[in-house]
């Protein structure tokens, strides 16, 4: 048995989730999420030998998505009361849509767990996500035309945006360990756990791309090298960020007609020779702060997109000194006098009734 198969050890799993379990952690409480997949069950068992210093609690999201789904969950209580450790059944309930089904479950699944912790007064929920999950997630996105931001993959934390004030983090302890040393950890210690056969369906994307794996695996790039890749680009992504979040502030300009609010009542301008004169990344995430202060949670806006207008029309334009004037997602962007103007996309008149 290869290193990349061999079961966890004593150490190697303490090492893991003692930063977010055990004595020390900056965490009160915690939720486990266990589907009952061999990924989230290794979590569970590791969890229950290690001497975590707060209180756990084990959560299975049944999505009712297919026959068997109630008694795999029930499952999972089972093997929770075998480790000592409270459990709980989450439903999904209500119609479930036709189109992009797994996009929605996956929501479904963050917001009832966001929920339970919550109800339960935690404050961070653990994830079993692999090293797998996350070269599937950088393929996806890649096919799907994400820029670095979405090649940076899944993030070890992150929110968990829930009901409630209390700030829940997500975590993903296992996103550096490939998914068959989780599988040979299970197998070792005699932890039953599932197969779910939507993994395999060759109607998800996920699923289709799951197969590949192995044959871009011997090409050389393997699900260890895209993990990697995806690490890389979220730090680079940090220091963007970060440059991008100063340069925000520092060109926020007030209007000669006394009409912006950086306070976010709608309208925003900036300095738009300061903007052009930024590199082209930290002056597309700057332009994307400012779309996202005024636009709140409105249209999805897309990288082409915005590479499209910003690069190609409005920052060319400002060099120039000329107007120009372009819609992103709903919001406007006014290019004049050497500033940029941000604004929703004033709504259209409708032609007089004949």
């Known amino acids: 048995m290869s290193d990349r198969e061999a079961p966890l050890g004593p150490c190697e799993r303490d090492d893991l989730l003692h930063p977010w379990i055990g004595p020390g952690t900056p965490y009160r409480s915690a939720v486990l999420a266990v589907s009952g997949g061999p990924d989230s069950t290794a979590m569970m068992g590791c969890a229950a030998l290690l001497d975590a210093a707060i209180p756990l609690l084990v959560a299975t999201v049944d999505h009712r998505l297919r026959p068997g789904s109630r008694a795999e969950a029930q499952g999972v209580a089972d093997l929770a009361a075998r480790f000592g450790l409270p459990h709980r059944i989450l439903s999904w309930t209500g119609p479930k849509p036709a189109a992009r089904l797994q996009a929605a479950a996956r929501a479904e699944r963050y917001r009832l767990l966001a929920a339970l912790a919550d109800e339960a007064g935690a404050d961070l929920v653990l994830t079993a996500h692999t090293r797998d999950d996350q070269a599937e997630t950088v393929l996806m996105r890649l096919c799907a035309g994400s820029g670095p931001a979405g090649l940076a993959g899944m993030a070890p934390a992150r929110v968990l945006h829930g009901p409630g004030p209390v700030r829940v983090t997500l975590g993903r302890p296992f996103l550096d360990v490939p998914k068959a040393r989780l599988v040979t950890t299970c197998e070792a210690h ?15 994307g996920r699923a289709r791309l799951r197969r590949l794996l192995p044959l871009l695996a011997e090409e050389g790039l393997s699900a260890e090298r895209l993990a990697r890749l995806a690490g890389r680009l979220r730090r680079d992504e940090a220091a963007l960020a970060q440059a991008a979040a100063a340069a925000f502030h520092d060109l926020q300009r007030t209007d000669p007609a006394g009409k912006t609010d950086p306070a976010g009542e709608g309208r925003l301008v900036l300095d738009g020779l300061g903007l052009a004169a930024l590199p ?13 202060a005024i636009g709140g949670h409105g249209p999805a806006l897309r990288l082409e997109r915005l590479e499209r207008v910003l690069l190609g029309e409005v920052l060319p334009a400002l060099r120039a000194g000329a107007a120009c004037r372009r819609t992103v997602a709903g919001l406007l962007l006014t290019a004049r006098g050497g500033r940029l103007v941000l604004e929703p996309e004033p709504p259209r008149r409708r032609p007089p009734a004949a």
């Open 190 to 204: 005699g932890w039953p756990f599932v197969r779910d056969p939507s993994n395999a369906d060759p109607r998800f």
């Open 280 to 292: 082209e990344a930290v002056a597309l995430r700057v332009a994307g702060l400012g779309l996202e």
